[in-house]
Nanobody, 122 residues
């Protein structure tokens, strides 16, 4: 059972930056991803990173967000630059039990962190 714990959330103004971290209880070898959810909204996949570091992003964050991982620290990251008010949400990291990683569907991921709040004010 993989355990995930996010950190690094907070409040910034429009145009600011934040870096989220996700500490994993075991070796990050397969597929990891970041999701976000607003109150009353569906959980939205933002980015995923495969075992070979291949990445997938949704269009709204391309060029602003970067997903990466440090396998020696068992940690997943999400660098968020040029933040906008519409980025305000609870952010979750997730792990998938299979190597195939070209997916941003929440149903395809098996393990989840508790979430970190990101708030962007104008």
């Amino acid at each position: 059972q993989v355990q995930l714990a996010e950190s690094g959330g907070g409040s910034v103004h429009t145009g600011g930056s934040l870096r989220l971290s996700c500490a994993a209880s075991e070796y990050i070898v397969k597929c990891m991803g970041w999701f976000r959810q607003t109150p009353g909204g569906e959980r939205e996949g933002i980015a995923s990173i495969a075992y070979d570091r291949a990445t997938v992003y949704i269009d709204s964050v391309k060029g602003r967000f970067t997903i990466s991982k440090d396998i020696h620290k068992n940690t997943l990251y999400l660098q968020m630059n040029n933040l906008k008010p519409e980025d305000t949400a609870m952010y979750y990291c997730a792990a998938r039990e299979w190597f195939a990683c070209a997916t941003l569907k929440s149903v395809d991921f098996n393990y989840w962190g508790q979430g970190a709040q990101v708030t962007v004010s104008s």
